[in-house]
């Protein structure tokens, strides 16, 4: 099935997020679903995020990357980011036997690029050229592990998503609230009224 890849896929505020987030509903094994089960997907999720994630890749666009060739990476980036960051959420600090797993999946998705970052005020290198996605969601997902990330990072009680809450006062609750934000609300109205029914209907 063909992925709209919509602004609110690219809520979770980072690129790393994002691609841990297109595992959807993790915390239901019934509704669970996977939106890279056709590695296609991945080529045209990156086409997308060369976009809604401009800000944070210093404008650098990614490269078109051949599925088939990249997806076991991109994969275990994924996977061992999603595990590691939301058991920081869950448990308030980085668990240090999950960081061998997440550092080697980051180095093999860096390692077949010969591209330079890092410049000051580039973390993602020369805008003036693109970036192989593997390498720019390693970047991604490294930069998660700054204290003040860190502690910003939250899961959406909807939906399950990572994301990371800049919000002034720290108190974003959902991962997007035109989206998860707004069905918990219709949730709780629709409960609210079937409760009011019952009590009449004493």
Request: with cysteine.
């Amino acid at each position: 099935m063909t992925v709209s890849w919509t602004p609110h896929r690219f809520t979770g505020g980072m690129l790393a997020l994002d691609t841990a987030n297109t595992v959807v509903l993790r915390n239901d094994p019934e509704k669970i679903f996977d939106r890279f089960e056709d590695p296609a997907e991945i080529a045209r999720f990156a086409e997308a995020a060369s976009s809604f994630r401009a800000a944070e890749l210093g404008g650098r666009r990614l490269e078109a990357p051949v599925p088939e060739k990249i997806a076991p990476m991109v994969l275990s980036i994924r996977e061992t980011t999603d595990r590691l960051f939301r058991r920081a959420v869950s448990k308030g600090a980085i668990a240090t036997g999950d960081m061998p797993e997440f550092l080697e999946a980051c180095a093999d998705g860096l390692a077949q690029s010969r591209t330079e970052i890092g410049a000051p005020g580039k973390p993602f290198g020369d805008a003036a050229t693109p970036v192989a996605f593997e390498v720019a969601l390693a970047i991604s997902a490294l930069s998660l592990l700054r204290d003040d990330t860190i502690a910003r990072l939250r899961i959406c009680p909807n939906c399950s998503w990572l994301f990371v809450d800049r919000s002034r006062n720290s108190s974003r609750l959902w991962c997007d609230m035109a989206v998860c934000g707004n069905r918990q609300k219709a949730n709780r109205h629709y409960r609210r009224r079937t409760a009011a029914r019952e009590v009449i209907n004493v």
